[in-house]
C-alpha cells in the first residue's frame, strides 16, 4: 500500500469532538498519520490522484486500545475457570506459571495474542507480563503498538530474583527502545499484596526521573482490601497515596470495591481506571462504579485482562459490557451511552498511556491507526445508529480491516501476513505442554 491514500466510510466517527458522527466522509493518510478528514467530495477535489479504499458498508472509528492485559496468558485460555481470583491464582495459574514461563512462552503467548486483537479492531494494548522483551519481539512482529509494563513483585521468578532486578531489567529494556513509534513502557508493580512499600518508594522515586505511567491491580476484590488493612492499617488506594503514587500517571486497573472518598480521591489526583468488565464478572470480584467514577470526573478506560480470565482479548465485547453493567449498577440507562462506551475503549485508553496526543481519535496529525467494521447481513440491518450499532449488536466478527500506522495489518477479516504468527503450531505446542502434569 503506498504511503499516501484515501478511506471512503459511510460513517466515520471520530471520537473528538465528542458525539459527532461523519456521513460519507474520507480520511486521508499520508505518512503513517491522519493528514485530513473532510466530505467525500472534497477530499476526491483536494487529493484527484489519491488512491482510495472504498468502505460503503462500513463505519471506521480508531483502533481499540486494551488499556490493560497479560497478552502471553493467551496460552492459558480455560486452563483453570469459575474459580474465585486468589485461589485460581495460587493454585493454578502461579504454578503453572512457574513451570512455564519463559522468554519463548511470552513470545508465542504475546504473538497470539496480538493475532487475536488485531482481528477484533484493537491497534494498541497495556501488557503486564514477565519477559516484556520476549513481548516486545512479538509486538515489532505483529505491526501493532503496546506500552509493555516493567513488571514487579517481590517473589523471584525465572525471569527476576528480587525487586530490584525486576525494575532494572525493566528500565534497561525501556532505555534501549524508549524512542520506538510503536513501544511505550509503564511502571507495572503487579498489586499491593504482593509488592512491599519499599519497592513502591523506589518506583515513586524513579517516576520522578523517568515520568511514565504506573500500571497496577487495585481494589479488585474484598480479600485484597481486608488484607491491607490487616497489614499496613489502611485501604491500598490509601497506602498508595501515603507512598506518593497517586498522580496522573496512575492506571489503576478494576477499582471495583471503592468508597465515595476514594473516588473523589482518584479524580483529585487526576489517576485512570481500567475497567475489565468480562473478567470482573467471570472471577465474582463484584461491580465497578463505573458511573459514579465517571461523574467525578476520573478517566475511565476499558481492559480485557488476560485471556485466562476472559476468556476472550474483545473489546467489542467489553463495551458492550461495561455499557449494559453501568446502566444496570446505575440504575441509570443513561449512565454509559454508546458514544461514552466507544471513548472509553479508544482515547480513554491512551489518555491512560498518556498518548493521547497521537492516538486514539481521528485527528489530523495522529497515527493512522484505524478499524474497519463493516455493517452488512441480517444481524446489522437497518442501522438507525451506527455508534449503538457498534456497541450493542456488531461484533468483532465484523471487523474487516485495520491500519496501524498506515500500514494494513487485517485485510476483509484475514490478517495481512498470518504466516508470520504461525498460529496453529504455537497454540499446541503449548497446549501439549501445559496440559501434562507437573513430575511428582
Not at 469532538?17 to 480520511?27: E, F, I
Not at 473523589?264 to 472471577?283: D, E, Q, W, Y
Not at 461514552?340 to 475503549?345: K, N
Request: proline fraction near 6%; hydrophobic fraction near 45%; include cysteine.
Amino acid at each position: 500500500m503506498p504511503d499516501s491514500f484515501l478511506l471512503r466510510a459511510r460513517w466515520v466517527v471520530p471520537v473528538e469532538p465528542a458525539g459527532a458522527v461523519l456521513h460519507d466522509h474520507v480520511v486521508a493518510v499520508r505518512d503513517a498519520r491522519v493528514e485530513a478528514v473532510l466530505p467525500a467530495a472534497r477530499a476526491i477535489a483536494r487529493f484527484p490522484d489519491r488512491e482510495t479504499i472504498d468502505l460503503r458498508e462500513h463505519v471506521l472509528i480508531p483502533g481499540f486500545v486494551n488499556a490493560h492485559t497479560h497478552a502471553a496468558m493467551a496460552l492459558m485460555r480455560g486452563i483453570a475457570d469459575d474459580l474465585p481470583l486468589l485461589r485460581w491464582l495460587k493454585e493454578h495459574i502461579w504454578p503453572a506459571e512457574m513451570r512455564h514461563v519463559s522468554e519463548r512462552f511470552v513470545h508465542d503467548g504475546t504473538m497470539l495474542a496480538c493475532a487475536e486483537m488485531l482481528r477484533g479492531g484493537t491497534t494498541c494494548f497495556n501488557d503486564m507480563y514477565f519477559y516484556p522483551e520476549a513481548a516486545l519481539d512479538a509486538v515489532l512482529a505483529s505491526g501493532m503498538r503496546a506500552a509493555l509494563g516493567m513488571i514487579v513483585v517481590e517473589f523471584a521468578s525465572s525471569y527476576a530474583s528480587d525487586p530490584d532486578a525486576y525494575l532494572d531489567k525493566g528500565l534497561a529494556l525501556r532505555d534501549r527502545w524508549r524512542d520506538h513509534p510503536q513501544l511505550a513502557f509503564c511502571f507495572a508493580p503487579h498489586a499491593p499484596y504482593t509488592v512491599s512499600d519499599e519497592t513502591f518508594r523506589r518506583i515513586a522515586r524513579l517516576d520522578g526521573e523517568v515520568n511514565v505511567p504506573v500500571h497496577i491491580h487495585l481494589h479488585e476484590t474484598e480479600d485484597e482490601i481486608e488484607r491491607s488493612v490487616a497489614e499496613h492499617g489502611v485501604r491500598p488506594i490509601e497506602r498508595l497515596h501515603r507512598l506518593g503514587l497517586l498522580g496522573p500517571g496512575l492506571i489503576a486497573v478494576h477499582a471495583v470495591h471503592l468508597t465515595e472518598e476514594e473516588i473523589l480521591l482518584l479524580a483529585r489526583h487526576g489517576c485512570s481506571v481500567v475497567h475489565c468488565p468480562s473478567s470482573n464478572l467471570k472471577l465474582a470480584s463484584g461491580f465497578a462504579p463505573v458511573a459514579r467514577l465517571m461523574r467525578a470526573g476520573v478517566n475511565v478506560a476499558l481492559g480485557t485482562d488476560g485471556a485466562a480470565s476472559n476468556n476472550r482479548i474483545d473489546m467489542m465485547q467489553e463495551m458492550r459490557q461495561a455499557a449494559l453493567l453501568t446502566k444496570a449498577v446505575a440504575r441509570d440507562a443513561e449512565a454509559m451511552p454508546a458514544h461514552a462506551a466507544l471513548r472509553a475503549a479508544t482515547l480513554a485508553g491512551a489518555k491512560a498511556l498518556g498518548l493521547d496526543q497521537s492516538m486514539g481519535s481521528i485527528v489530523p496529525g495522529k497515527w493512522a491507526d484505524l478499524t474497519a467494521v463493516r455493517f452488512s447481513g441480517p444481524e446489522l440491518v437497518p442501522c438507525y445508529d451506527p455508534v449503538s450499532h457498534l456497541v450493542y449488536a456488531a461484533g468483532r466478527e465484523h471487523v474487516s480491516d485495520v491500519w496501524v500506522g498506515g500500514k494494513r495489518l487485517v485485510a476483509d477479516g484475514t490478517l495481512v501476513n498470518s504466516a508470520r504468527f504461525d498460529l496453529d503450531m504455537r497454540g499446541e505446542l503449548w497446549q501439549n505442554s501445559l496440559k501434562t502434569p507437573p513430575a511428582s
